[in-house]
DNA sequence: TCGCTTCGGTAACACTGTTTCTTATGAGAA
DNA sequence: TTCTCATAAGAAACAGTGTTACCGAAGCGA
């Protein structure tokens, strides 16, 4: 029912083009909204109450509609999923957009390092969903690759600009390179997250310790 | 009804000390047998056909047994699982005796990294189930910690015979040190086991640089 | 042998993701 | 305007999960 009050809303679209094009495009333009609700719908549940209440019913309910509108606009759970990882995705790259660029490609590392650590901190319910495993049946697939990779593009942009510099060794691909930081430091936030690294302190001890080991090697290279 | 034939075999320490007590070591030997039964049939479901397959209907299905019968033995499902992670561990903890020791403490912690490595390729849903969050709701215990730490303790006695040769410093912590180490090459098994790293060598390549930017870091600091 | 306790199996409950069936609504034709 | 029909949405069912309540049977002490 609140479904149909919204969808009359962008009816002024209706006065262009064709009767039978517009009645499709109004269409679509309603399940992309729709979509878009359901979606903020299930971020809303993921970041209120964590990854494991975002259910279909769940999600449903929040909406006011029959878990049907979801396997009608996702195929399935994971295409939901799907979506919110995409969110996630934005999120991250909006913190990563955040770090003030530095003229010292270390310190600008270990800043990245550092807003990648809060943003597992502030967004745990998102980053259980992407890189933790919280729906095991979710595998990226092209779309969400190429969303991961653009939040981490700050980073590849980092490695690539040092090691043009000669600050960093470019006998080993650039990716290679970024993938090598980013899982060492996923490794510690999800150890972390499942409750093996001890209190939030520790857990950060480690990361830091990881930043500074992994750096100090990659940019020690061309040093002597 | 298989239960009774195995609770039988061991009737022979029925003769031992006197009847009452001997009845309840005689239960509580049963019951120790049962579970042990309980979690090779889990094990066996849990490597033959992955973490999700490991359900308690199914275990009690495979035991030829009722579901009651995990709940008298083990609380619930986690109780179970709990006890996987701790065969998990012996696994693990086996892995590294298999590597043998090397005076040069850098090639050891290789060794020692890529037998990790090949716990992870080799005992996949293993893997999983400790520390791939497989079980969302599982968290390990102070049973699951010990276990943890006796499985790493090679890694362990390694760094701190390093940190007292002076080979690594020991301005931080041993635990920091290894903590470290190990959710580093976790982060790159976790993320490659969720298809973020491409394919197996892809993600071996990554693996073994984080294993060489570490440990050219910590064995690095004392050389000049 | 009798009574009791304990233990295990059946069936149910409350969930999950997913699908089927039915109904109602709304668009196009007469 | 009215009628037909296709589409879409909701209710309910299905198959599965972890877990628990009930109930009968079996084994033990007296």
């Given at each position: ?46 970041q ?9 019913r ?17 195929v ?43 943003f597992?901190?502030?967004y ?81 001890t480690?990361y ?9 090697s990659l ?6």
């Amino acid at each position: 029912m609140k479904v149909i009050l919204i969808s009359n809303e962008d009816k002024p679209s209706l006065s262009t083009g064709r009767v039978l094009k517009t009645y499709q495009e109004a269409r679509l333009q309603n399940t992309e909204n729709l979509r878009k609700l359901v979606v903020d719908a299930a971020a809303a549940i993921l970041q209120e109450e964590g990854p494991e209440a975002v259910t279909v019913r769940r999600v449903s309910q929040k909406m006011g509609c029959s878990t049907k509108i979801i396997y009608s606009l996702f195929v399935n759970k994971e295409g939901l999923a799907q979506q919110l990882y995409l969110e996630g995705c934005k999120l991250l790259a909006q913190r990563f957009e955040e770090v003030p660029p530095s003229s010292d490609l270390l310190q600008h590392l270990l800043d990245l390092g550092e807003a990648f650590w809060q943003f597992g901190q502030d967004y745990t319910s998102y980053y259980k969903l992407m890189f933790g495993g919280a729906f095991a049946e979710f595998k990226p697939d092209e779309e969400s690759m190429q969303g991961t990779m653009t939040a981490i593009r700050r980073l590849l942009i980092l490695i690539s600009t040092a090691q043009q510099q000669g600050q960093i060794s470019d006998k080993e691909e650039t990716q290679t390179i970024v993938n090598t930081i980013w899982a060492s430091l996923h490794g510690v936030i999800h150890l972390y997250m499942g409750g093996f690294l001890g209190d939030v302190e520790a857990a950060h001890t480690v990361y830091k310790q990881t930043m500074v080991l992994l750096s100090r090697s990659l940019f020690a290279v061309s040093k002597p």
